[in-house]
């Protein structure tokens, strides 16, 4: 694929992305809307958060598409995914109460599980080893813009209460529309397409991909380090997601209209942070000394947060800290490792393994951080975020893996023979 190609495969590819942290948001930022229009109560807000794009659905999605990815090919998930997330959004921009919303979410969830393993396998499988953190920082510039974009949709409809969140998802269905469009004109990933040839030409009976990934000890390290480098941020960044107006607004005090505006600076100082320091240094310096540089100063954001009774200097200072360590945030890291740490055909499937994991703990977490956060404190529930955040850290610098400047067969040859 030449470069003028392969960059515009991955601006389709992005889309995706946009759409998954998009909708998150979306559901986010309306979230004291819904709940006001049909009365839900904590545990109903929980579940909306458990079953979404944040965390349950998109797991089982991720789990399903990862495995399909890898059997069919990653263009299959883009013939048919978006036509899935167009379902789900449309039933929550016409729901009228709990269970019809309740069903839009998972759905919508599902079909944004199911695309991001293929999207990010396939953005690194058309990229060269020169400038693959490259490509893969475009799709992460693009899951930050969906966040920046939404809030500020969120701000101009906020005047119409209930009726601009509607229609904020019904600017996602538009996108999910052209996108599927975009994305059904791709070519198969020629990776994929060498790496069928040969299964087809060898004699040995096919190994099935989970047994391979957890037969293998090199696989089961790289599952468990990526994990854990993944996971724990998530647990914080995936909280902050679909709760972080609602917190500015319970324990803050902030107008829905403040809260808004706060994460709408956030997310486009992650964006601009994405575009002007991942993308150019993800493929020139030390991944190690720029992973730490992002993870250090997320927990020093926490910190400010939880210790310094949630003023606004503390809040601007929170958001500036937060969106820059975002820009460079595990989420990058990860989407680039788990693409290279695993060979062509148990791609998919290892990251639906690990996107099952992640989003899955997300979940669990959604429902139990609201009964924190009213029963223990902002103080206690902050101190969670800040450890969760320290344990990544250590994890991802201790245990970085030497890929920069390698191709994806170089690597597998070096790990796996």
């Known amino acids: 694929m030449t470069e003028k190609k392969s960059w515009k495969a991955t601006a389709s590819v992005s889309l995706t992305n946009y759409l998954d942290s998009g909708c998150i948001v979306a559901g986010a930022s309306g979230l004291t809307l819904w709940a006001n229009e049909l009365n839900l109560n904590s545990l109903q807000v929980g579940l909306l958060g458990a079953i979404s794009a944040n965390a349950f659905g998109s797991a089982v999605g991720a789990l399903i598409g990862g495995r399909l990815a890898d059997k069919y090919g990653r263009k299959f998930i883009y ?51 020169s400038n693959r953190a490259r490509h893969i920082g475009i799709s992460q510039f693009a899951w930050s813009c969906g966040p920046a974009i939404i809030f500020v949709l969120g701000i101009v409809f906020s005047p119409l209460g209930l009726l601009g969140n509607r229609i904020i998802f019904g600017s996602l269905f538009i996108v999910a529309f052209i996108a599927w469009l975009l994305q059904r004109q791709l070519n198969e990933s020629k990776v994929w397409i060498e790496e069928k040839k040969k299964q087809s030409a060898s004699t040995a009976r096919p190994t099935h991909p989970y047994k391979q990934l957890f037969a293998n000890a090199v696989s089961v390290k790289s599952l468990l380090f990526l994990v854990g480098v993944y996971m724990f941020w998530n647990l914080v960044a995936g909280a902050m997601g679909f709760f972080m ?35 150019p240094l993800g493929d020139k310096v030390s991944q190690r000394g720029l992973f730490f540089a992002g993870a250090a100063l997320a927990m020093l954001s926490w910190v400010v947060l939880t210790f310094f009774d949630m003023s606004w200097p503390a809040l601007w200072v929170f958001v500036v800290a937060w969106g820059v360590s975002a820009g460079i945030s595990a989420q990058a890291f990860y989407a680039l490792w788990a693409t290279e740490l695993f060979p062509t055909n148990v791609r998919g499937a290892s990251q639906g393994v690990m996107f099952f994991a992640v989003r899955g703990s997300a979940g669990v977490w959604s429902m139990i951080f609201p009964t924190i956060l009213t029963t223990l404190g902002f103080t206690v529930a902050g101190t969670f975020m800040i450890v969760l955040l320290l344990i990544s850290l250590l994890i991802g610098v201790i245990w970085t893996p030497q890929t920069r400047g390698k191709t994806l067969q170089q690597i597998t040859e070096e790990r796996y023979g």
């Not at 978006?82 to 729901?95: D, H, P, Q, T």
């Not at 009228?96 to 079909?111: H, R, Y």
């Not at 706060?262 to 486009?268: G, I, P, S, Y």
């Open 79 to 129: 013939t048919y995914n978006m036509l899935v997330y167009m379902l789900g959004i449309a039933i929550i921009m016409f729901s009228f109460n709990f269970p019809m919303l309740l069903a839009g979410f998972f759905i919508t969830g599902i079909a944004v599980g199911v695309g991001v393993p293929a999207s990010w396998t396939y953005i690194s499988e058309i990229s060269d080893e």
């Open 245 to 279: 107006p609602y917190v500015y607004s319970t324990v803050g005090g902030l107008s829905n209209l403040q809260a808004n505006l706060l994460q709408a600076v956030l997310w486009v100082i992650t964006a601009a942070a994405t575009y002007f320091l991942f993308v």
